[in-house]
């Protein structure tokens, strides 16, 4: 052999080495449940996920290996603890299930994928991918909701609003094609003590006239150019007694059409707001008479918005935010952190701070759920932000879903009336 073949052979192999290593897959952009990198899941047998990546067509991955360890220098080390997978011969790079150690409440997991293929050539490891666990049942939080039950309710500041309990009433079911009536209405409540009474105001509408007694005094009836649509608002203080109190009302149908009467008494006793509305607990009569045996329980058409009548003309608010809760928590981390992970939930919505940083980018967390139900929680690593030596924990709670302004006519306290926070807080030293 001359040395210009020699030199050609060598120059051929060189070519045909490269052009494997260059045609060999590459692992890339792994995934458990679908997201990068995630934290605090639910699931025990989370599936696992790869792209495969490479500078030549037709490639295609024969075989894989999986390697989880509940470190990341065992990973590194190539100790697979919780699960080494072996070689498995399938072409699958989407939704493969962890098959590993049994995992629990706090787990935590990193993990790498290699792969071999059509050819039988091997890739590199992929960069390292992680996961962890949350905390899978009530037991594992061992924290208790915290919240500042002294703020006072705050009652909406209000000019002619009906309150959501308040609804339409009438003698029946034919309430939208009336026959022309008179039918009168009487509702009968209990005051302790005059001297704790603050405030008396009715808001009252009746389709078509009505005309209110309270007590045997006349508190006021429909103008003569006055509508249904419109809310009339009388202050009642002076009119009620010390004891058995009593409402009665006219209501006039003047036509063949729609009728009802729409009801709402509000009066405050010793600083606690009382209500008394148009609901199926009152009674009709269509001769007023004297007899309470004679008189019948309501037909109870539905709330203030109901159709026919809909939000009545001049109904408004002036919305009042309650205060935000600001609570926070000093703390020492006696010696360098490994890692720290904190679950923080809320009835209501919260921000979450650490050292005067933000624990996220989140906002209005948990998220609105049918808190009945269930409540979700985050799971933050707050490893880069807790410092050796004096910590600070601080959360602002406002009341979002769980007890704001919710829905078509903005009720509040949907789901309860006072808001709470709970988190935990699992901090590993270097030691």
């Keep these: ?62 075989s894989y290996q999986i390697l989880v360890s509940s470190s990341i220098d065992k990973l590194n080390n190539g100790d697979g603890d919780l699960w080494d997978s072996k070689r498995q ?15 629990c409440s706090g787990s935590r997991c990193w993990w790498k994928v290699r792969v071999w293929n059509q050819d039988n050539l091997i890739s590199d490891w992929s960069l390292p991918g992680f996961w962890s666990i949350g905390l899978l049942t009530f037991f594992d939080w061992k924290a208790g909701w915290i919240g500042y039950d002294s703020i006072p309710y705050i009652e909406d500041t209000y000019e002619k609003v009906i309150s959501r309990e308040a609804e339409w009433i009438w003698k029946s079911s034919d309430y939208e094609n009336s026959d022309i009536c ?26 078509d006239k009505f005309t209110f007694y309270l007590n045997d005094s006349l508190i006021g009836k429909t103008p003569d150019n006055g509508t249904w649509n419109n809310i009339y608002k009388y202050e009642c ?15 006039e149908n003047l036509s063949k059409s729609t009728a009802g009467l729409l009801f709402d008494f509000k009066y405050k006793n010793n600083g606690k707001i009382c209500k008394i509305v148009s609901n199926n607990t009152w009674l009709f ?42 609570m926070r928590k000093s703390f020492k981390a006696k010696f360098p952190v490994d890692y720290a992970t904190i679950y923080s939930s809320a009835k209501g919505v919260y921000h979450l701070m650490i050292n005067g940083i933000r624990a996220s980018n989140d906002i209005l967390s948990p998220g609105w759920t049918d808190y ?49 926070f709970v988190s935990k807080l699992v901090i590993s030293y270097h030691v």
């Design 285 to 326: 009569s269509l001769n007023n008479n004297s007899n309470d045996s004679l008189w019948s329980k309501v037909y109870d058409i539905g709330g203030y918005s109901v159709l026919p009548w809909g939000i009545i003309d001049g109904y408004y608010r002036y919305i009042r935010m309650p205060e935000v809760i600001y």
């Design 237 to 251: 203080k002076k009119y009620l007694r010390q004891g058995k109190n009593k409402i009665n009302i006219m209501v």
């Design 1 to 62: 052999m001359t040395l210009k073949y020699f030199i050609v052979e060598i120059f051929l192999v060189v070519i045909f080495l490269s052009s494997n290593l260059f045609a060999q897959l590459k692992v890339e952009n792994l995934k458990c449940e679908y997201k990068s990198n995630p934290l605090g899941i639910s699931e025990l047998k989370p599936r696992l996920s790869w792209i495969l990546t490479s500078s030549e067509r037709s490639q295609y991955q024969s």
């Design 89 to 103: 011969i399938s072409d699958e790079t989407i939704s493969v299930q962890y098959g590993g150690q049994p995992l």
């Design 372 to 420: 009945t139900k269930r409540i979700y929680y985050q799971t933050y690593d707050l490893t880069d932000k807790i410092n050796q030596g004096d910590n600070v924990i601080s959360v602002s709670l406002g009341d979002g879903w769980y007890s704001g302004y919710l829905g078509p006519f903005a009720m509040r306290e949907a789901y309860g009336s006072k808001r709470y």
């Design 182 to 207: 008179t039918v009168y209405f009487k509702k009968n409540f209990t005051i302790d003590s005059l001297n704790s009474i603050d405030s008396a105001i009715v808001l009252m509408t009746a389709d």
